[in-house]
């Protein structure tokens, strides 16, 4: 395992964590006062200065890319689909265009909340089948742009608005069902925040294995927990034993960035320098 206690050179920073404090530009500016060398951007965040400039703010500061965030939200009712696959295609574009390493799929729950528009539906098993489709559908796509998908299984909390995918177990029958080379096209996002309570993560870890894991999150688990969006603590601050799901998921060779991020009201209200500068100290302490 990678002694992380010395420097910070192994954290990547998800924008989302001080997207309140300021834009994409500020927070890559940000990023290189610290001496962060990587960061995964929001898509939104991306938009919001336009994507050309955005490259060029990530070029410019010489950062590599731990992610982007996000495509999916896959479950819509017929009327919304092509939109869905539209938007997706689009995400693929922008990954490329920033050089991302892979693109993080959220992949939906229902789909009134999944895409808003949609007729309202209670049918989970829809909403995996359809998940499943359209991942095979954008799985094409991907595999041609060179862009490699990773798959986020959430907390069970969000099955009905973020994502019906919620476990190791389920997230790796998906890409097994529809990557059975393990071609590097299709993986996992392992967020500790969403799986921490897992019985099986550490099983479901050693059989995702080095191919599988395309990307690892960290922040911590609050008691309580406030939001179920938006009260994810800082590490060090909760419940999840960070240090032990770090060394589990090194022991299958994942030597790539730790990426940071917490969605949170309570850091979102400080300073971005605070915020990063404590980032870097928990990094250090509690990664
Ligand atoms: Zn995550």
């Known amino acids: 395992m990678r002694d992380f206690s010395a420097d910070h050179r192994w954290l990547s920073l998800n924008t989302a964590t001080v997207r309140k404090q300021g834009n994409f530009v500020e ?6 006062r610290h001496g962060v060398r990587a960061v995964s951007p929001w898509r939104d965040q991306v938009a919001d200065v336009g994507l050309d400039r955005a490259v060029k703010a990530v070029k410019g500061a010489g950062l590599d890319l731990s992610g982007y965030c996000r495509g999916g939200m896959f479950v819509a009712d017929a009327g919304h689909r092509q939109e869905s696959r539209d938007d997706n295609r689009r995400a693929v574009d922008e990954a490329k265009a920033l050089g991302a390493p892979c693109l993080v799929l959220v992949v939906g729950g229902l789909p009134q909340f999944s895409r808003p528009g949609s007729a309202p539906s209670k049918n989970l098993a829809d909403a995996h089948r359809m998940v499943e489709e359209e991942i095979a559908y954008l799985l094409d796509y991907a595999r041609k742009a060179g862009m490699p998908l990773a798959l986020e299984p959430l907390h069970p909390m969000y099955a ?5 995918v919620n476990t190791m177990r389920q997230a790796l029958d998906i890409c097994d069902r529809l990557d059975p080379a393990k071609s590097g096209a299709l993986g996992l996002a392992v967020d ?3 799986v921490y309570w897992d019985f099986e993560l550490k099983a479901q870890i050693a059989r995702a294995g080095r191919e599988r894991i395309l990307a690892f999150h960290v922040c911590d688990w609050l008691v309580p927990t406030r939001d179920l969006l938006l009260d994810r603590g800082m590490m060090g601050d909760g419940v999840a034993d960070i240090p032990a799901i770090r060394a589990l998921v090194e022991a299958q060779g994942f030597n790539g960035y730790v990426e940071v991020e917490l969605l949170s009201n309570d850091w979102w209200s400080r300073p971005m320098d605070d915020v990063i500068t404590t980032c870097l100290a928990r990094f250090r302490s509690a990664v």
Not at 27 to 32: K, P, R
Not at 160 to 164: K, P, Q, S, V
Request: proline letters at 0%; one cysteine or more.
């Open 160 to 164: 009905a608005d973020r994502a019906c």
């Open 27 to 32: 927070i890559v500016d940000a990023c290189a």
């Open 192 to 194: 500790v925040y969403h």
